[in-house]
């Protein structure tokens, strides 16, 4: 899916000093590393998140980190839910070597998998287990997110993102998991994460037929389930309850979230709803 130019206008705004320059290195970057054959990819067998061509969807993500979060090279990353290092790669090519990025999942396999093939290359790329239960990843977890915080130091990372992550998680985990992450961002610091939103037009697209996942829809919720699919598979949000929820955690959301195409719609910025907010506090524009 190719960024269009509707798409760079609408984000240009959000950018921390990008202009139309670094929007093109942006698709620049994207194309480079969609093509970096030397880049490690895991073997089908060892994946155990999400679909479609690895290195793609990788390359695409970084585009959007670039164009629509504003990410810097020389900034501190924590990817919350990094899996198998599908976007950690990709990222390796971008960000600068003084910067750091850590990963975390609930996954032993995936972060195993990163260190071997991503750490021992990359000094400044770290990964770490955390033993949260999650009835998909890591069912006999130990912990809960609102029992035992993210074990770094409060506003330790620039750049903080979770994609296909809260699309599985129940709402006392998602409101948890966001007041942690906003606490772990420097001011100025942003958050990128994907989700399904329940709005008047993805309700209208399901109501007519149009939208590729159907989620039970109830009076006064605030999450749901897709129907059909086995629990935790896919879980939507309420965009007011989002919103609402970023807001009381002091992060300010940069415009209307980008829709994906799962309600039916032919463009997108990606499958998922992308939403960025920012921590005040430092102007990085």
Same mark, same amino acid.
């Given at each position: ?14 950018? +921390?000093?990008?202009? =139309? ?19 490690? !990819? ?11 061509? &690895?290195?793609? !969807?990788?390359?695409?993500?970084? =585009? ?8 810097? +090279? ?55 287990? !955390? ?27 620039? &750049? ?17 998991? !966001? ?12 958050? &990128?994460?994907?989700? &399904?939103?329940?709005? =008047? ?23 749901? =389930? ?24 002091? @992060?300010?959301? @940069?415009?209307? +979230?980008?829709?994906?195409?799962? +309600?039916? @719609? ?20």
């Amino acid at each position: 899916m190719a960024i269009d130019k509707k798409l760079a206008v609408r984000c240009e705004h959000q950018q +921390p000093n990008l202009g =139309e320059a670094a929007l093109d290195m942006a698709a620049l970057y994207r194309h480079i590393v969609g093509r970096n054959r030397f880049l490690p !990819i895991p073997k089908d067998e060892e994946r155990f998140v999400g679909d479609g061509d &690895f290195r793609a !969807i990788g390359a695409e993500f970084l =585009e959007l980190f670039i164009r629509y979060g504003g990410l810097r +090279p020389e900034w501190d990353v924590l990817d919350f839910g990094c899996g198998i290092g599908r976007m950690a790669l990709p990222l390796t090519q971008y960000l600068d070597p003084t910067a750091r990025y850590v990963g975390v999942d609930v996954n032993r396999r995936g972060i195993q998998w990163c260190k071997r093939r991503i750490s021992r290359v990359y000094e400044n790329f770290a990964f770490h287990f !955390i033993d949260y239960e999650n009835a998909l990843y890591n069912p006999g977890g130990k912990k809960k997110p609102w029992d035992t915080e993210i074990p770094f130091e409060k506003g330790s990372f620039d &750049f903080i993102f979770a994609t296909s992550v809260f699309t599985h998680l129940n709402r006392q985990e998602a409101k948890a998991f !966001i007041s942690q992450l906003a606490g772990l961002l420097r001011p100025g610091g942003r958050f &990128f994460a994907t989700f &399904f939103l329940i709005d =008047e037009m993805a309700v209208r697209s399901m109501q007519e037929g149009r939208s590729r996942l159907v989620f039970r829809i109830q009076s006064g919720m605030n999450s749901t =389930e897709a129907e059909a699919l086995p629990s935790g598979s896919a879980v939507a949000f309420n965009k007011s309850w989002i919103e609402v929820i970023l807001a009381g955690n002091g @992060l300010q959301m @940069l415009g209307e +979230p980008l829709r994906g195409t799962w +309600p039916g @719609l032919t463009e997108g910025g990606t499958y998922q709803d992308l939403v960025v907010a920012e921590k005040p506090g430092l102007d990085r524009r």
